[in-house]
């Protein structure tokens, strides 16, 4: 089974959609990462949502960190573009507006548990919420062999910038404001930061050498 990428964002608010996409939630470049979702679920007693089988998984060359999922993701189970939320559908925008390719790219969250507890409002992490996830920003990397360039998405995620030069010294590190709603409506500055820092990543990506996974 396969599916086109969408077109529009906010696809999977359409059961139909969903489904396709969840059976496709075994796919191989998704498989590692899964995995260590899973794990990470298991020590934090918290669900942790699934890479999206449509984007790149480990074959990705440039890592989108946000901050922490928001309760929305409970809905669809994966860390997506095409969520039913604002911050996913300004993600899928900007992204398209870019030109990155979906493969070459794979969303994550700097504290990658949920944190809310249910029916609570979304929240930013807490220091200590962000402390206990440093340690998976390691095997996660680990499992990103082609990564050419990271763009930091928001105050709290970066805050891996240093984590992330001292396990990839030399991977370009791009930081942008957060795609909520929220932010990019405060300013016309926020979109064109985001815009600006995503363009610089496709520049990375036209020139970087292609990996070998």
């Given amino acids: ?30 498989a590692p990462i899964r995995a260590l979702a899973r794990r990470i679920g298991m020590e934090r007693g918290a669900p942790v949502p699934d890479p999206d089988p449509l984007d790149g998984g480990v074959r990705a060359r440039m890592l989108l960190l946000l901050e922490t999922p928001g309760p929305a993701v409970l809905h669809t189970g994966f860390v997506t573009r095409d969520s039913a939320t604002g911050t996913a559908a300004n993600l899928f925008r900007f992204l398209r507006e870019a030109g990155i390719p979906r493969g070459d790219s794979v969303i994550w969250n700097a504290v990658p548990w949920v944190i809310h507890a249910e029916g609570a409002r979304n929240r930013p992490p807490r220091r200590d919420e962000l402390r206990a996830a440093e340690p998976y920003l390691a095997p996660f990397l680990d499992l990103l062999p082609d990564l050419a360039v990271a763009v930091l998405a928001g105050r709290f995620a970066g805050e ?35 815009r600006a820092g995503l363009a610089e990543a496709a520049v990375i990506l036209r020139t970087s050498p292609a990996g070998n996974s």
């Avoid at 077109?7 to 059976?23: C, E, G, I, T």
């Avoid at 909520?180 to 926020?190: A, D, I, K, L, N």
């Fill in 160 to 194: 891996a910038r240093p984590a992330i030069a001292a396990l990839r010294p030399g991977l370009p590190v791009i930081g942008v404001p957060h795609p909520s709603p929220t932010y990019v409506c405060t300013s016309p500055e926020v979109p064109a930061r985001i």
């Fill in 1 to 30: 089974m396969s599916e086109p990428a969408p077109d529009h964002p906010k696809s999977l608010r359409d059961p139909a959609r969903l489904a396709v996409r969840r059976a496709l939630a075994e796919v191989p470049h998704i």
